[in-house]
């Protein structure tokens, strides 16, 4: 059962933007570092951001840097992923992440996670 649910996902054309949410069920962000992750089509699960428990430190994989920005909003107990300038390789089932200790700086070690959420589907095509 994920205790993580994702939303926002959806059809894109390439060069637009789209926002992500992951929300918690029966249980609570605050305190926890959270990572995003996504599976591309055919491929492995791939790192993509992280934001630590305070929300002062972010991440990010390579290809999404100045792409993809992660934020938190305590106040909805939500951690947000913004996509701008989708490309088409950007399609993936996209996962969002809670560390399994609290007061994580986050990480792209998908084993320090122990909540997943069940995945939303971002695809990015003309």
């Known amino acids: 059962q994920a205790n993580l649910v994702e939303s926002g996902g959806g059809l894109v054309r390439p060069g637009n933007s789209l926002r992500l949410s992951c929300a918690p069920s029966?249980?609570?962000?605050?305190?926890?570092?959270v990572g995003w992750f996504r599976r591309p089509p055919g491929k492995e699960r791939e790192f993509v951001g992280a934001?630590?428990?305070?929300?002062?430190?972010?991440f990010y994989d390579d290809s999404m840097k100045g792409r993809f920005t992660i934020s938190r909003d305590n106040a909805k107990d939500t951690v947000d992923l913004q996509m701008n300038s989708l490309k088409p390789e950007d399609t993936a089932v996209y996962y969002c992440?809670?560390?399994?200790?609290?007061?994580?700086?986050?990480?792209?070690?998908?084993?320090?996670?122990?909540?997943w959420g069940q995945g939303t589907q971002v695809t990015v095509s003309s």
């Open positions: 029966g249980r609570t962000l605050s305190g926890y570092a």
């Open positions: 992440a809670a560390e399994r200790s609290p007061y994580g700086l986050g990480s792209f070690r998908s084993s320090l996670y122990a909540d």
């Open positions: 934001i630590s428990w305070d929300g002062r430190r972010t």
